[in-house]
C-alpha cells in the first residue's frame, strides 16, 4: 500500500473515531479491496461501525459493478451476515442497477438461509432471478425443507419438490394434494414410492395406478402379500401386464384371483395366452386351502396326483379316485384311501387300498392306518379281495392271517391250510404265540419243518392243541431225541392209555434201555408191556428183563417161557433163582429149563425131582449127556419106587446108560420085567453092530481080492507086450504097476491068495 493511501486510511479511522462519518463516506466506498479489509479489521476491533452511511448512501447510490462486488466480498470475508444481508436488501429489493442480478440475488437468499430463516420466503416470493434448484439444495441442506419446496414449486421442478415433502417433511397427505394439485405420472410415481415404502399399499397401489407406472412390480406384490390386499393387486397386475411380460406377473396375477375367489377370472385366464407357473401357483393354492382354485389350475396342468390331493380336500371322494387312477402313484393312492376311510367311503377306500397293498413296502402302512380307527372288517374285506389279484403277494396272505389271528381267529386254520405256501410262516409264528392259537400255531411249526417246537406246543398247550394223530406225525421227526421222553412222560400223565401207541410209533427211535429205566422208576412198567413186546425182538437186557419181570407178576408161564426161549440176553440165573422159588409149578418148572439152559443139569434135575416132574428130570439128563448124571436118576427112581419111571429112564436114557449097570440094577431090585424092553433093544443094537462089522469085513476082503485080480491081468497084459517089442526096449509099466527088478517068472506077488489075518469066522465069544 502507497504511504498515501495509508495516511488517508490512517485520518478515516480517526475521524470515524471522532464521529465524522458524513463527510467522508464516499471516499470509503471507492477505496480498493484491500484498504477495506484494513479499515473493517481496525474498525471492528474499536467497535466503531459506520454501515448505515455505507448501505443507506453509498452502495445503492453506486453504478460500479466492481464496486459491489468488492463491498460484498469484503463483507463475506469478515463474516458481517446480518450488514450483508442489510446491504444486499437495499441493492437489490430498492430498484437499484442491480436488483435483478442473479448472483446478487442468490447471495440474499443463502446469507438469509445461513444468518436469517426467517426473511427467506418474503425473498423467494419477492425474488425471480435468482437459481432455484441450487438454492433449494442449500436450504434443504440447512434444514429449510418448505423454503426449499416453495423455491421448487415456484420453478416448476414438481418432483423434486414432492421429493422434499415426502423425503423431509414427511407429509403424505400433503404430497398427495399435490399430486393431485399436478397430476403428472411422475409425482404420482413419486407418491406411490413413498406410499411403498410407508407400507400404505392400497394408496401405492392407486398412485401407481395414476402414473401407469409398472417399475416397481416385485416391491408391489411382495407388500400386497404381506398385507393381503389382493383386489388392489388384481388391478395393479392387470396396468402391469400390459407393460410387463413376466411369469411372476401372470402367476401373481393367478394366484390374487384366487385369493379373492374369482374363479371365473381364473377359468378366463387359463383359456388364454399366458406365462403363469400354473404348479407353483396351484402349490400356493393348495397350501394356502384354496382347494376351488388349485383343483382348477392342476386340472390344467393336468397334475392328476394333485388334483386328487385337492378333491380329497373338497370332498369328492368319486372324482379323487378317478384322479388317482390316472396318476397311479402310490403316494396319491395313500392319500386318497386314507382320506376316505377318515370319511366312511369304504368301497372307495377299497378300491384305492388294491392299488396299494400289491406293493409290499406299503402293506404295513395300510394296515395300521385301518386297525388305528378300529376297522378292521374292513380291512380283513379288503385283503380279502386283494387275494385274488395278480400280483398278490405273500405279505397279503400274511397279513390277512394276521388280521384273522387278533380279530377273527375262527377263520385262521382254514385260512392257513388254504395258503400255507405263501404265508411268512415266521411272522405268522409269533402272532399266533402272542394271541395264544396254539392249534394253529403246532400247524405252522409243522409246515415249516419245525417238529420239536411243535411237539412242545402241543405238550405245553395240550387242551387247546394236542392231537394224538398229530402228535405222532409228529414226534417221529423230531431233531431232538429228549423230545421221545419229554413225550412219553406227557402221555404218562395225561393220556396213559394213548401211550402205547404213541411209544409204537417212536419205538425205532427210542433208546430201549433208557425208557425201560425210567418207567421202573416211575413203577409203570405195566403201561408199556405192548412196546415191550415189539421191541423184544432186538434181544436187549432191560427189555427182556422187563418183559420176564412182567410175565412173572402177571404168572403168565406161558409167555415167560416163550420169551426167555426166544430172547436170552437177562440175567438167566437170577431169573432161574427166583422162579425155583415161586408158588406155581409152572414156574418152577422154568427155572428147572432156565438151570437146564445154562448148563447146570444138576440143580435142573433137583428141581424137577423136588416138583415130581420126572419127565423133565429124564429130559434133563439126556439132553446133558452125563451118564453118571443117567445113572444116580436111575437109581433114584428105584429108591423113590417109581418103577414106571424107572422104565421111562431107561428108554429116554438110553444112549447114556450102560447095559450092565442095568441089568445089575434091575436083576438086584427086582426089577427085570421092568429092564426086559431095555435088554431086548440093547441085544438087539448090538447084533446089529456085529452084523455091520461082519459085512463090512467081507466088503474089504472082497474089495482086496479085486485088487489083486485087476493087477494079475494088467502084469499079463504087460508080458504079452513085451514079447512084441525088441529086447533092449523095456516094456511100458502100466499105471498102479510097481517097477519089475526080477523076472517075470516065480511066486505070485505078496498079499495074493487068502486075505492077511483071516481064519475064518470064529462066532460072538469076544462079546
Known amino acids: 500500500m502507497s504511504t498515501s493511501l495509508h495516511c488517508w486510511c490512517m485520518f478515516e479511522i480517526v475521524t470515524r473515531h471522532e464521529g465524522v462519518y458524513s463527510t467522508n463516506s464516499t471516499p470509503l466506498a471507492e477505496i480498493d479491496t484491500m484498504c477495506w479489509h484494513i479499515q473493517l479489521l481496525m474498525l471492528t476491533e474499536l467497535s466503531v461501525i459506520p454501515w448505515s452511511q455505507v448501505v443507506s448512501t453509498a452502495l445503492p447510490e453506486s453504478k ?94 414438481k418432483v423434486e419438490a414432492i421429493k422434499v415433502l415426502l423425503q423431509h417433511l414427511h407429509d403424505l397427505d400433503r404430497a398427495h394434494d399435490y399430486a393431485n394439485k399436478v397430476d403428472e405420472a411422475a409425482v404420482w410415481s413419486e407418491l406411490g414410492h413413498a406410499y411403498l415404502d410407508a407400507n400404505q399399499v392400497p394408496d401405492a397401489i392407486a398412485a401407481y ?84 382354485a388349485a383343483r382348477l389350475l392342476f386340472t390344467n396342468i393336468p397334475n392328476w396326483g394333485r388334483l386328487a390331493s385337492t378333491l380329497v380336500r373338497l370332498h369328492r371322494f368319486q372324482e379323487a379316485v378317478d384322479a388317482a387312477r390316472k396318476a397311479n402313484s402310490a403316494k396319491t393312492w395313500k392319500e386318497v384311501c386314507f382320506a376316505c376311510v377318515e370319511e366312511g367311503e369304504f368301497k372307495l377306500a377299497q378300491l384305492c387300498g388294491l392299488n396299494i397293498i400289491v406293493n409290499a413296502d406299503d402293506l404295513d402302512e395300510v394296515s395300521e392306518f385301518y386297525q388305528r380307527r378300529g376297522h378292521f372288517d374292513q380291512l380283513m374285506a379288503l385283503m380279502e379281495s386283494g387275494l385274488g389279484l395278480e400280483r398278490a403277494h405273500m405279505g397279503i396272505f400274511t397279513e390277512l392271517g394276521i388280521l384273522y389271528a387278533k380279530f377273527k381267529p375262527e377263520k385262521l386254520m382254514e385260512h392257513l391250510k388254504l395258503f400255507g405256501k405263501r404265508l411268512n410262516i415266521p411272522r405268522l409264528i409269533r402272532v399266533c404265540e402272542e394271541q395264544g392259537h396254539w392249534r394253529e400255531l403246532v400247524h405252522l411249526y409243522i409246515m415249516y419243518d419245525e417238529y420239536d417246537n411243535a411237539a412242545h406246543c402241543m405238550m405245553a ?78 434181544n436187549i437186557l432191560e427189555v427182556n428183563e422187563a418183559v420176564n419181570e412182567l410175565l412173572v407178576d402177571e404168572e403168565d408161564f406161558e409167555g415167560l417161557r416163550s420169551s426167555i426161549t426166544t430172547y436170552d440176553n437177562f440175567d438167566q440165573i437170577g431169573l432161574a433163582t427166583r422162579l425155583e422159588k415161586h408158588e406155581l409149578l409152572e414156574f418152577r418148572r422154568l427155572a428147572a429149563y432156565v438151570y437146564k439152559k445154562n448148563l447146570r443139569w444138576k440143580k435142573a434135575v433137583e428141581l424137577a425131582k423136588a416138583d415130581k416132574l420126572y419127565k423133565d428130570a429124564m429130559e434133563t439128563v439126556a439132553v446133558s449127556g452125563a451118564p453118571e448124571l443117567a445113572e444116580e436118576l436111575l437109581r433114584w427112581f428105584v429108591e423113590a419106587k417109581e418103577p414106571e419111571c424107572f422104565a421111562a429112564c431107561l428108554y429116554t436114557c438110553y444112549e447114556l446108560l450102560r447095559p450092565d449097570v442095568v441089568l445089575e440094577v434091575a436083576w438086584m431090585n427086582k426089577l427085570m420085567d421092568y429092564a426086559m424092553p431095555y435088554m431086548i433093544q440093547a441085544v438087539k443094537e448090538y447084533s446089529g453092530k456085529v452084523d455091520l462089522l461082519m459085512s463090512e469085513r467081507k466088503e474089504a476082503k472082497e474089495a482086496v481080492q479085486a485088487q489083486q485080480d485087476n493087477m494079475q491081468k494088467a502084469q499079463a497084459q504087460a508080458n504079452s507086450f513085451q514079447m512084441l517089442m525088441p529086447l533092449a526096449l523095456p516094456a511100458p509099466q502100466m499105471p498102479g504097476m510097481a517097477p519089475d527088478h526080477g523076472s517075470f517068472v516065480g511066486a505070485p506077488p505078496a498079499g495074493y491068495g487068502a486075505a492077511a489075518g483071516f481064519t475064518g469066522h470064529q462066532g460072538y465069544g469076544g462079546y
Open 64 to 157: 460500479n459493478p466492481e464496486q459491489v462486488s468488492v463491498t460484498v466480498k469484503a463483507f463475506m470475508k469478515h463474516d458481517l451476515q446480518a450488514e450483508l444481508i442489510e446491504l444486499l436488501e437495499k441493492i437489490v429489493l430498492n430498484n437499484s442497477a442491480f436488483s435483478s442480478n442473479a448472483n446478487l440475488q442468490n447471495l440474499l437468499i443463502l446469507t438469509a438461509i445461513k444468518a436469517d430463516p426467517s426473511r427467506v420466503k418474503d425473498y423467494i416470493y419477492r425474488l425471480d432471478n435468482f437459481d432455484g434448484p441450487a438454492v433449494a439444495e442449500k436450504a434443504i441442506e440447512f434444514g429449510q425443507y418448505e423454503e426449499a419446496f416453495e423455491i421448487y414449486k415456484k420453478f416448476g421442478r
Open 209 to 292: 395406478l395414476r402414473s401407469s407406472d409398472s417399475s416397481r412390480y416385485v416391491q408391489v406384490i411382495d407388500a400386497c402379500t404381506a398385507v393381503g390386499c389382493y383386489e388392489d393387486l388384481v388391478k395393479y397386475l392387470l396396468m402391469v401386464r400390459k407393460k410387463v411380460k413376466e411369469a411372476k406377473v401372470d402367476s401373481e396375477l393367478l394366484y390374487s384371483y384366487a385369493r379373492i375367489n374369482n374363479l371365473g377370472e381364473i377359468d378366463a385366464f387359463l383359456h388364454t395366452s399366458h406365462q403363469a407357473n400354473l404348479q407353483s401357483v396351484g402349490d400356493r393354492c393348495f397350501d394356502e386351502g384354496m382347494y376351488e
Open 461 to 538: 398247550h395240550s387242551s387247546a392243541s394236542w392231537d394224538h394223530v398229530t402228535f405222532k406225525d409228529v414226534v417221529v421227526k423230531v431233531s431232538n431225541v429228549d423230545v421221545y421222553y419229554k413225550g412219553i412222560r406227557f402221555y404218562l400223565q395225561e393220556h396213559p392209555e394213548l401211550l402205547a401207541d404213541v411209544m409204537k410209533a417212536m419205538e425205532t427211535r427210542l433208546d430201549h434201555a433208557r425208557v425201560v429205566g425210567m418207567f421202573r422208576k416211575e413203577g409203570h412198567l405195566p403201561l408199556i408191556k405192548d412196546y415191550l413186546l415189539n421191541v423184544q425182538k432186538v
